[in-house]
């Protein structure tokens, strides 16, 4: 599966942003989906994760139910949806595809499919 991240932008402090994932192939809805971001310096840290029929949901314990993933098999996207956002949640942000599809994969290393990355800077 091949994957467009976009939605990324400058934002205030507190404000919000909607990130979106389109996935091209016929097999999207068997797959689990992550979001994941990387700052500058930093590792690649795990955001969220939706599984394939969108029925369990994980997060990183930063998120603290600030963020919402969803997606749409009919339309073959994964969202993110921000509020709330800090500066230190300034990154670029990626989706990912794993095969199990089972929601509970949060390690950068189980998934096959990557986006190309879309950059949120969140200002104070």
């Known amino acids: 599966v091949q994957l467009q991240a976009s939605g990324g932008g400058l934002v205030q402090a507190g404000g919000s942003l909607r990130l979106s994932c389109a996935a091209s192939?016929?097999?999207?809805?068997?797959?689990?989906m992550g979001w994941f971001r990387q700052a500058p310096g930093r590792e690649r840290e795990f955001v969220a994760v939706?599984?394939?029929?969108?029925?369990?949901?994980r997060y990183g314990d930063f998120v603290k139910g600030r963020f919402t993933v969803s997606r749409d098999n009919a339309r073959n996207t994964v969202y993110l949806q921000m509020n709330s956002l800090k500066p230190e949640d300034t990154a670029v942000y990626y989706c990912?595809?794993?095969?199990?599809?089972?929601?509970?994969?949060?390690?950068?290393?189980?998934?096959?499919?990557w986006g190309q990355g879309t950059q949120v800077t969140v200002s104070s």
């Open positions: 192939g016929r097999t999207f809805s068997s797959y689990g």
């Open positions: 939706i599984s394939f029929s969108g029925g369990i949901t």
């Open positions: 990912a595809a794993e095969r199990s599809g089972s929601g509970y994969v949060t390690s950068p290393s189980r998934y096959d499919s």
